[in-house]
Nanobody
Framework: VQLQASGGGLVQAGGSLRLSCAAS????????MGWYRQAPGKEREVVAT???????YYPDSVKGRFTIFRDNAKNTVYLQMNSLKLEDTAVYYC?????????????WGQGTQVTVSS
């Protein structure tokens, strides 16, 4: 599986961005997809995940502001980010997991920079 993330950029605090992650392969609908982020000097952290069946997970830091959703017909997963905060600044990565093969995310995209300014 190859992943191509896009949609990052510079946005003011309180604004919105939508990230996209296009995946290769014919079994995308089976994959659990996720978005992670890594800020300078910090560890990578999960932002959102969505199962093949549509179940979602968000940490408290983004719950109510971020929404992950997928379009299986387009092999694409999205991350809608609203009410962005300065602390959301990071490189965002999409990831894919085949639940039939492993429990962790085995495939990673190249990352897209999100910068939130005051």
């Amino acid at each position: 599986v190859q992943l191509q993330a896009s949609g990052g950029g510079l946005v003011q605090a309180g604004g919105s961005l939508r990230l996209s992650c296009a995946a290769s392969g014919r079994t995308f609908s089976l994959y659990r997809m996720g978005w992670y982020r890594q800020a300078p000097g910090k560890e990578r952290e999960v932002v959102a995940t969505i199962s093949g069946g549509g179940a979602t997970y968000y940490p408290d830091s983004v719950k109510g502001r971020f929404t992950i959703f997928r379009d299986n017909a387009k092999n694409t997963v999205y991350l809608q980010m609203n009410s962005l905060k300065l602390e959301d600044t990071a490189v965002y990565y999409c990831a894919a997991n085949n639940p039939l093969m492993s429990k962790g995310f085995d495939y990673w995209g190249q990352g897209t920079q999100v910068t939130v300014s005051s």
